[in-house]
């Protein structure tokens, strides 16, 4: 463990030139299915590190709900960002694999954009999760990760190994506002509520179904990062 502490973390977050690093260990204490899906990936596995990358406010601040047939929505832009930031994750979860490997620890990156069953709309490996149980940030009602440095603007993957890396623990705050923003700004209305006092559910695949119509979505992203950028400036309508 001292070999892998925090210190080797943040001189390899700094090394990779990521935004955010977490680790979570795989262990008797972890939740049952996120031990199941790391273990199903990687026997003998006893960490996660997560990284994450900012999305651009201003990239997302141009996403819309809704556009003409044939016209050039600004709002695509997305794509060619998330394909860059994806990149740049996928090549650091990679260098820290081979690292590890390096000293004799089997090692599983895991990209930024993962296999997902299209039946089930279920990936391989929750990244969110992850990334909740190594402190970076806690799940909205949309179901994406808010993080206290960049709100729902992140990218992540992952990194399985079986060394021991020292975990971050918990994270220690609450990010989302409960605000229903991203509810009411959903255009394919996916986002449910399960009662008045109940958690929210994301309908998979009604938002699949928008998105393959060809609308560019993730305006509940957009919706939370400005209504959590008005909060934080004291400003909350």
């Not at 079986?162 to 220690?172: C, I, K, L, Q, T």
Request: proline share 6%; with cysteine.
């Amino acid at each position: 463990m001292a070999e892998f502490n925090r210190n080797f973390v943040q001189e390899w977050k700094q090394k990779l030139a990521v935004d955010l690093m977490g680790v979570a260990s795989v262990d008797g204490a972890s939740p049952a299915e996120f031990r199941a899906m790391a273990t199903a990936l990687l026997p003998g596995v006893k960490s996660v590190v997560v990284m994450g990358r900012e999305l651009y406010q201003e990239v997302v601040s141009l996403l819309q709900p809704t556009r003409q047939a044939g016209e050039a929505e600004p709002g695509e832009l997305i794509k060619v960002h998330t394909d860059y930031v994806s990149g740049s994750l996928n090549r650091a979860v990679h260098e820290m694999s081979a690292h590890f490997r390096a000293k004799g620890f089997r090692s599983l990156p895991l990209p930024a954009k993962i296999p997902t069953d299209e039946r089930f709309l279920k990936a391989l490996f929750s990244f969110k999760h992850a990334a909740y149980l190594a402190g970076l940030g806690t799940i909205g009602r949309h179901s994406l990760l808010i993080t206290p440095e960049f709100g729902p603007r992140v990218r992540l993957a992952c990194l399985l190994t079986e060394a021991a890396v020292e975990p971050w623990g918990m994270s220690p705050g609450e990010y989302c506002l409960k605000c229903d923003a991203c509810v009411r700004a959903c255009p394919a209305r996916a986002i449910e509520s399960r009662g008045p006092d109940g958690p929210y559910a994301v309908n998979g695949f009604a938002c699949r179904a928008y998105r393959q119509a060809g609308m560019t979505c993730a305006v509940c992203m957009k919706a939370c990062s400005e209504k959590i950028a008005r909060h934080q400036t004291g400003f909350l309508v």
